[in-house]
């Protein structure tokens, strides 16, 4: 069996790391930059929407892994030649809806307006799940990668809509936490 050259496998653990850096930058860097408001300052200021600050960090936590892991699917796409023009296109929305998603969560909870941070955890949402389905045929590790990051990103859009019918004044079941 012939083996690939060693430059070959540097490259492709160079751009390991490059599709997570790119991962983990969109999602963080429009959350570093308003690093005041969140989702979860803002729900301990509106009288404890949301749950406790303690689990803020977990959230984080699991979201920078997920993220990092989005990176890892893709950068499995990139070396399986599976980034088509369709991929790579679902790809780059889902990355431009992600920063859009982090600066309106970011920004619009802080004003205390949800609805915008609703639809764009929608949209995401919508290119998750093509994006998932898109994968099914190209690599199953990229799928199922992607089907855990589909959950995160249901759970974001509860949430999401949990806060804008709180804001509405309808009645909501409290959290059991």
Known sequence: ??????????ARFLML?????????????????????????WGSESGG?????????V?????????????VAVWHLWVRNCLRFRLSLLVCAELALNAAWNVSTGLLFAVQRPLPAFV?????????????????????????????????VMIAAVVSGWVLLAGSGRPLITFPF
């Open 1 to 10: 069996m012939l083996t690939r050259p060693r430059p070959y496998r540097a």
């Open 17 to 41: 790391g490059v599709c997570v850096a790119v991962c983990l930058g969109v999602s963080t860097i429009p959350a570093w930059i308003d690093s005041n408001s969140s989702l979860m300052a």
């Open 49 to 57: 929407v949301l749950p406790h600050d303690s689990w803020q960090t």
């Open 59 to 71: 959230l984080q936590m699991a979201g920078i892994a997920l993220h990092a892991l989005f990176g």
């Open 120 to 152: 764009s955890t929608l949209g995401l949402l919508a290119i998750v799940c093509a994006l998932t389905y898109s994968c099914v045929r190209h690599s199953r590790l990229a799928m199922w990668i992607l089907l855990s990051y589909f959950v995160w």
